[in-house]
C-alpha cells in the first residue's frame, strides 16, 4: 500500500516494474523477482496520478459500452475517484451522500431508476457549486499576475462543451459535470477559459500563454480524453 492505494504486487522474470489497472478498478504490480520492496513502494508513489487516471478511464469505459444502471452496485465518479452506487428507501425526504466509498442515494422509490438519476444529477450539480469556487479563487490568483480579473462564474450542465468564456460580458460557463474528474482537470477547463480574456481564439499565442498560466495543460488533457 503507498499512499491509500492499495495494491497486489506479482513478481515475475520480468526486468521492470509495471501496473496494471484490473477491470474491477483493483492495482496489480508486475515487478522483478529480485526487487527490493521499497523501489515497489516508490514505484507506484511516483505514479499515484497515472493510477487515478487509468481507473477513471477503465470506469468510463465500462459505461460506454453498456447503459448506465442507476441501481445499487453501479459505479459512478466523484472528483476523479470511483464510488459505489448505493440507492436505498428514503425513510423521510430524498438525499445524496458520500458514505467511504459509496455514494449513498435515499430515493422515495428506489426501483425507479429514472427518478434516481434525476436526483443523482441535481447532487453532482450541487456539489459542483460548492467545490469550484475554491478552485476558481486558487487559479485566480495566478490569472490576476496577467492582468485577468474575476468573471462572472456560471455553473450548469451542457452536452457538449466543458466551459464556454464570453469575454464581451466577461463571464465563464464551467460545465457542473467536471465535478466527475480530478481537480487537474477542473483547474485546466477554467484556465483554458480565463485565457480567453487574453485571447479570443485558439492559436499558436492563445496556447503560449494558456502554457504560461498552467505549464502541464498538455499532460492534464488525457483526464478529459475518451477513449
Given amino acids: 500500500m503507498s499512499d491509500n492505494i492499495d495494491y497486489v504486487v506479482v513478481r515475475t522474470d520480468r526486468r521492470t516494474i509495471c501496473i496494471r489497472i484490473l477491470p474491477d478498478l483493483s492495482v496489480q504490480v508486475r515487478a522483478p523477482l529480485s526487487s527490493p520492496d521499497v523501489d515497489i513502494v516508490s514505484f507506484v508513489a511516483s505514479h499515484q496520478e497515472w493510477i487515478k487516471r487509468s481507473r477513471l478511464k477503465v470506469t468510463e469505459r465500462a459505461a460506454s459500452r ?34 467511504g466509498d459509496a455514494i449513498v442515494a435515499e430515493a422515495s422509490n428506489p426501483e425507479d431508476e ?78 483554458h477559459e480565463l485565457s480567453h480574456f487574453q485571447h479570443r481564439g485558439h492559436d499558436k499565442d492563445f496556447y503560449e500563454f494558456l502554457e504560461i498560466l498552467l505549464p502541464d495543460w498538455k499532460a492534464r488533457k488525457t483526464y478529459l480524453k475518451h477513449d
Fill in 66 to 99: 453498456r447503459e448506465m444502471r442507476f441501481r445499487s452496485g453501479e459505479t459512478l465518479p466523484f472528483l476523479g475517484s470511483p464510488y459505489r452506487l448505493d440507492v436505498r428507501l428514503a425513510l423521510s425526504r430524498q438525499r445524496v451522500q458520500i458514505r
Fill in 114 to 191: 429514472a427518478a434516481v438519476r434525476a436526483l443523482l444529477e441535481r447532487w453532482y450539480v450541487a456539489r459542483a457549486r460548492e467545490r469550484f469556487p475554491s478552485i476558481i479563487d486558487g487559479c485566480l490568483v495566478i490569472a490576476a499576475r496577467y492582468g485577468i480579473t474575476r468573471p462572472e462564474i456560471r455553473i450548469r450542465t451542457m452536452r457538449s462543451r466543458w466551459g464556454t468564456c464570453n469575454p464581451r460580458k466577461r463571464s465563464v460557463t464551467l460545465n457542473a459535470e467536471l465535478v466527475k474528474y480530478p481537480k487537474e482537470a477542473i483547474e485546466l477547463v477554467i484556465m
